[in-house]
C-alpha cells in the first residue's frame, strides 16, 4: 500500500508538471512537493552592450538585467560573476551570466578598516567598495565581514539588511512609508514624501519636494527647498530651512532658537546671527496650528 501511494503521488507529479504552472488561490490543504536551489548561484540576463569579466562585481538594473556595478541609479548588487560574458553588441537577455551568491573580497578603497565590520559599504566599481557614501547614487554593496591587507569582504546576501541599516538616505522619486522611519545620518528626497509614522533623522534632511507626515517629524538638522507639511508635531534639534510653506498641524519644538527673514503678515521677522529658522520665500505663509517652544520672534506664534 505505501509503495503504491508513493507511485501516485510522483503519477500525480509528473502530471502537473507537464500541465504547466498553477495558481494556487488558497493555503495548502495537502502535502506539496516545492522545488528547491541552492541559493550559490543565479543565471541571469545581461544587458544590452554590456561585458562583464569573470570575477566582476555584479549588479541587475531596474528591468533584472545583469550588469556591472557601479555609482549607477537603480542598480542592486547581487554576486560575481562567474565568466565574462560579452554582449556589448547584443540585447537584453541576448547572452546570460551565471552570478555567485555569497561573501566575497572586493578591493579596498583605503578607508575600509576593521572597525567597520558589520557596516554597510557602497560601491565604487566593479570590483571596489568604501564605506564612505561619496558616490551620487549610493548604491550598497553589502555588509563588512573582514578586512585583511588583500582587501575588503562583503557579504552581498546582506545587501537588504545593509539598506535597512544605512546611515544616509536618499530617495530620487516619491516615497511611502508605512511607519517609522529613522535614519542616522542625511536624507535626500528630491520628490514628495508620505510618512504614516514618525520621521526621526539625527542628520540634516534635505527634501526638494513636499514632506507630509501624519505624526512626529524630528530631526538634528533640516532643509526643504519645497513645502513641510506636519499634520502632527514637529520637533527640530536644528536649522530648519523652507523655500516654501511650512504648515505644522500640532507643536512645533526647536531646540535652537528661531527667527526668520521672510514676511509674516503685516510684521518683517528681523535677522540673527543665531538663526536657526529661514523662510527664503518671502510671500509664503508660516502656520502652526499648536504651541511654539524656543522661538525669540513674538510674532511667529500660535494660529
Given amino acids: 500500500m505505501k509503495k503504491l501511494t508513493i507511485k501516485l503521488f510522483v503519477a500525480a507529479l509528473i502530471i502537473a508538471v507537464l500541465a504547466g504552472p498553477v495558481a494556487y488561490a488558497a493555503a495548502l490543504t495537502a502535502e506539496r512537493l516545492t522545488p528547491s536551489r541552492s541559493g550559490s548561484s543565479l543565471s541571469l540576463n ?5 561585458t562583464i569579466y569573470a570575477g566582476a562585481m555584479v549588479a541587475v538594473d531596474a528591468s533584472g538585467n545583469a550588469t556591472n556595478a557601479g555609482d549607477v541609479a537603480n542598480l542592486k548588487v547581487v554576486g560575481r560573476a562567474e565568466s565574462t560574458v560579452d554582449n556589448s553588441s547584443g540585447t537584453n537577455g541576448q547572452l546570460t551570466i551565471s552570478v555567485a551568491v555569497g561573501i566575497f573580497r572586493w578591493a579596498n578603497e583605503a578607508n575600509v578598516s576593521d572597525a567597520n565590520i558589520g557596516d554597510v559599504c557602497y560601491v565604487v566599481d ?19 565581514t573582514d578586512v585583511d591587507v588583500n582587501g575588503v569582504w562583503v557579504d552581498s546576501n546582506r545587501r537588504q539588511d545593509a539598506a535597512v541599516a544605512a546611515t544616509s538616505l536618499a530617495v530620487a522619486g516619491a516615497a511611502t512609508v508605512g511607519t517609522t522611519l529613522g535614519v542616522t545620518g542625511i536624507s535626500t528626497f528630491s520628490d514628495n514624501v508620505n510618512i504614516s509614522g514618525t520621521l526621526t533623522n539625527a542628520g540634516a534632511i534635505v527634501g526638494a519636494g513636499a514632506i507630509t507626515a501624519a505624526t512626529t517629524v524630528q530631526g538634528a538638522d533640516g532643509t526643504f527647498t519645497d513645502d513641510l507639511t506636519v499634520t502632527d508635531d514637529a520637533v527640530i534639534g536644528g536649522k530648519l530651512g523652507a523655500d516654501e510653506t511650512l504648515i505644522v498641524g500640532g507643536a512645533a519644538t526647536f531646540s535652537n532658537t528661531v527667527s526668520a527673514t521672510a514676511t509674516y503678515g503685516s510684521t518683517a521677522f528681523g535677522r540673527s546671527t543665531t538663526s536657526y529658522f529661514t523662510l527664503q520665500n518671502t510671500t509664503q505663509l508660516v502656520y502652526i496650528a499648536g504651541t511654539v517652544t524656543n522661538v525669540i520672534d513674538s510674532d511667529l506664534t500660535t494660529e
Avoid: E, L
Fill in 46 to 50: 545581461v544587458a544590452a552592450g554590456t
Fill in 126 to 144: 566593479n570590483q571596489t567598495v568604501s564605506v564612505t557614501n561619496s558616490g551620487s547614487q549610493s548604491i550598497i554593496a553589502g555588509i563588512v
